[in-house]
């Protein structure tokens, strides 16, 4: 019985969907379990794996398509096996948009050099049916992009000429050793585009600024304790970040405030069940906001090191689906850059995101008529205005305030 491979959803408000890769060809054997495709959304881009043996009959959405969730976009059967009805039912490939005329690049001065494995990449080369002309793995691809090197000569030693990691990695050795390459010529300048992630994450971004009404309320906060407990933590050889404290912080006073912790839903909101406390990241691929679940039964120690895997394999780009879904608060800090303070856009359906600024000694009041020098730094607090207003948006922040600045609340 033929097998349809389906548009997964990967979150609540994912409501279509896009094909990065398919790692199969068109009328090669499958095994259940498989990796088949890769889906790439704002958040993560995943591996959809076959669901079945078989042989992957007919690919019915190529690279790049768009379409909404639960639409088949490929057919595992029988070599034998009649499927004509799925292939009338495939969805229709839509006209591409009209694209600006390419900028002219100036004639090259000599013959460029045949291609070797390990020569920058311009672009990765696609066969003519939009699919992938060879399969690598997804961590193959991480590392060949951290050091521009150029897959489509090499051939992989993984199942079915899959190229995998150590393939890459023995490529990463033979470029050390090999003698530097002239510069290449600079490349036209020209429009850049977007990648698939980017392009959904702009528009959801852009709608959340649009149809959400922000309100930003900015407070400082005294982090004399923030500092003395994470010395604390590091002469008991524990590897705790002020962002680690903050998140513990900001997950007890949530507890106290349910109400900033709820997804907006039309004109409706519903309290979250749990805390989940999603952390921006800045990665190779993009912004990605793991989360950190059920942070509020976690000790701090529980949160550094769950905090240290998620943002490790955001930058290798290896976070599931999983470490992404169900965030119900975000925080994003920018302190690390020395930014003192800013604003940060709601990530829907969530109502609020806190901005967290750089620990900065500034001069503060000190007694009636005295003034000295503090560790200090700025929360920012956006909140969607239809379910959180400012009075609780600023009651909110001031307990935060209070848990941060009070050691028996902060440990």
Do not use: C
């Not at 390459?181 to 709608?207: D, H, K, M, N, Y």
């Not at 406390?277 to 949160?303: F, M, N, R, S, Y």
């Not at 400012?390 to 209070?402: C, D, I």
């Amino acid at each position: 019985m033929a097998t349809e491979i389906v548009m997964p959803k990967l979150g609540l408000t994912m409501e279509s969907g896009a094909i990065s890769a398919w790692l199969v060809e068109e009328g090669e054997e499958v095994q259940k379990g498989q990796a088949l495709l890769e889906i790439a959304t704002d958040k993560v881009t995943m591996e959809v794996e076959a669901q079945a043996d078989g042989i992957l009959r007919k690919i019915l959405v190529p690279v790049g398509q768009e379409v909404p969730v639960s639409t088949t976009i490929g057919v595992i059967a029988a070599a034998d096996e009649d499927i004509d009805s799925y292939v009338a039912a495939a969805p229709s490939d839509p006209a591409p948009p009209a694209t600006p005329a390419p900028v002219a690049a100036p004639p090259p001065t000599s013959a460029p050099a045949a291609p070797t494995p390990t020569s920058l990449a311009s672009a990765p080369s696609v066969a003519t049916d939009g699919r992938r002309p060879h399969k690598t793995s997804p961590k193959a691809r991480k590392i060949a992009a951290e050091h521009g090197l150029d897959l489509s000569g090499v051939n992989g030693s993984g199942p079915g000429g899959r190229i995998v990691s150590a393939d890459v990695l023995a490529l990463v050795e033979q470029a050390r050793t090999a003698p530097v390459p002239t510069p290449a010529a600079p490349i036209a300048e020209g429009l850049i585009e977007l990648s698939r992630a980017e392009q959904v994450a702009a528009e959801r971004l852009t709608a959340s600024y649009q149809q959400i009404p922000h309100i930003h309320i900015s407070m400082d906060v005294s982090a004399v304790w923030l500092q003395q407990f994470r010395t604390g933590y590091q002469l008991e050889g524990k590897k705790i970040s002020f962002n680690d404290l903050i998140v513990k912080a900001t997950a007890r006073t949530l507890s106290e405030f349910p109400r900033v912790n709820s997804l907006a839903e039309g004109g409706h909101f519903r309290y979250a069940s749990q805390i989940n406390i999603g952390v921006a990241v800045a990665a190779e691929q993009g912004l990605v906001v793991p989360v950190i679940h059920d942070a509020a039964e976690k000790t701090v120690e529980e949160i550094a090191l769950e905090g240290t895997r998620l943002i490790d394999a955001a930058r290798r780009g290896e976070l599931g689906p999983d470490d992404m879904l169900g965030g119900t608060f975000t925080i994003s800090n920018l302190g690390m850059f020395g930014v003192s303070r800013f604003t940060a856009i709601i990530n829907p359906p969530q109502v609020a995101i806190l901005a967290v600024g750089a620990i900065e000694n500034r001069v503060v009041a000190s007694g009636a008529d005295a003034f000295a020098v503090r560790p200090q730094l700025t929360l920012t607090l956006a909140a969607d205005h239809r379910v959180v207003d400012g009075a609780l948006a600023a009651r909110f922040l001031a307990r935060l305030k209070e848990v941060l600045e009070t050691p028996g609340l902060l440990g």
